[in-house]
């Protein structure tokens, strides 16, 4: 008897503890959830400020202005940005590390400026000088735009080659692929900064100087590391966040489709410049990753090749050890493969069911997802 009890006992115990592991955990749909922002935008983020957790969408062209959206319901706070018209910036990203410390980054001039809640600019800070050390570069944002912890910032980096002189392609995309891509700041309010510059080489692991390899730069900040994915590989790439170097990577795989591109030759982009487009649209690849740390698992965002003009995409469940638990194959005719993890649950891009919505442009909607 005693015997028999034990083993009902571990047999509770162990589906218990199976449950906790996400491996019966079902990805659900649970609400939509609509902010009425003023506009709709895809520049949208979560952001802890004072400990209540926001939506924060910004438009850059016409309204100029980032939306505060609590996720408690409660009132919204807009954040008027059209002062740095007077600097002749377009802006790029914005970090808010409290209402009266945001910062935004525009394209090209790789100044960072620093704004309260009224918009007032009270602090520029010109990077550089700092890039000049190690080159021509243009700072850019990640899939994580460039808030790592604290007051510490990382940037992507656009290498950019000397307009001034004539250039090889294959010489430029070899010098691009070795440089680094990385240059991290360990507290952006000093009066001299301390920088790192790392992960050289980075597309010399999956391309060569023969190829365009030309995409965004996906870099997401994810316990205390940062984890890199491409179009041109079926990998993530584990960065380890203090030597900015390569410690780790994984292979993922689908149920669906190969989820990795091919580079376009030199020779061939400059025949057809539109090829490089027209790889990325007719092709699966990883899209980005997200990470839900109440259930403690990575969410692969994956689209498949196209068939009839729609594009269908999945998302992929690992575990904390970066092993495949499931695959969910999404509803390409309602979401956009595009979501933001929130105390609440996975937020997702339903744009396509709300496409034809009333004053649909006013507002931006997501659908959210959890596990049961």
């Known amino acids: 008897m005693k015997s028999i009890l034990g083993a009902i006992i571990f047999i509770i115990l162990f589906s218990c503890q199976d449950k906790k592991n996400n491996k019966d955990a079902q990805f659900k749909y649970v609400k939509n959830m609509t902010f009425d922002s003023g506009f709709k935008s895809g520049n949208a983020q979560i952001e802890f400020i004072n400990g209540k957790e926001f939506l924060c969408i910004g438009e850059y062209q016409k309204e100029k202005r980032i939306a505060l959206h609590p996720l408690d319901g409660k009132e919204s706070i807009f954040i008027d940005i059209s002062r740095l018209d007077l600097f002749n910036e377009r802006v790029l990203a914005f970090e808010i590390l409290s209402l009266d410390t945001i910062l935004v980054l525009p394209y090209y001039s790789n100044i960072l400026y620093c704004m309260n809640q009224k918009g007032d600019v009270w602090k520029t800070i010109d990077l550089n000088p700092y890039l000049e050390k190690e080159g021509r570069f243009e700072l850019k944002r990640s899939a994580t735009p460039f808030h790592y912890n604290n007051n510490s910032l990382i940037f992507s980096l656009e290498y950019l080659m000397d307009t001034e002189i004539a250039y090889d392609v294959y ?202």
């Open 171 to 372: 010489d430029y995309r070899k010098k691009r692929n070795a440089a680094p891509i990385l240059l991290k700041i360990e507290d952006i309010f000093e009066d001299t900064l301390d920088v790192q510059f790392g992960l050289r080489n980075l597309y010399n692991h999956f391309s060569d100087a023969n190829h365009a390899n030309i995409e965004g730069n996906n870099f997401a900040f994810i316990n205390d590391q940062i984890v890199f994915n491409t179009a041109y590989s079926d990998s993530l790439y584990i960065i380890d966040p203090d030597h900015l170097r390569i410690k780790q990577k994984i292979k993922i795989s689908s149920d669906y489709s190969r989820i990795y591109i091919d580079p376009i030759a030199n020779k061939q982009q400059a025949q057809n410049p539109n090829l490089v487009n027209q790889n990325f649209t007719t092709n699966g690849q990883i899209r980005s990753v997200k990470y839900d740390n109440d259930e403690k698992v990575y969410l692969v965002f994956v689209s498949h090749k196209p068939k009839e003009l729609r594009t269908s995409w999945s998302v992929i469940i690992l575990d904390n050890d970066f092993n495949k638990i499931d695959e969910y194959l999404m509803d390409d005719s309602k979401y956009a493969y595009y979501g933001l993890i929130s105390s609440k649950g996975l937020l997702i891009s339903n744009y396509y069911e709300t496409l034809r919505d009333v004053a649909t442009y006013d507002k931006n909607t997501y659908a959210l997802y959890d596990f049961e």
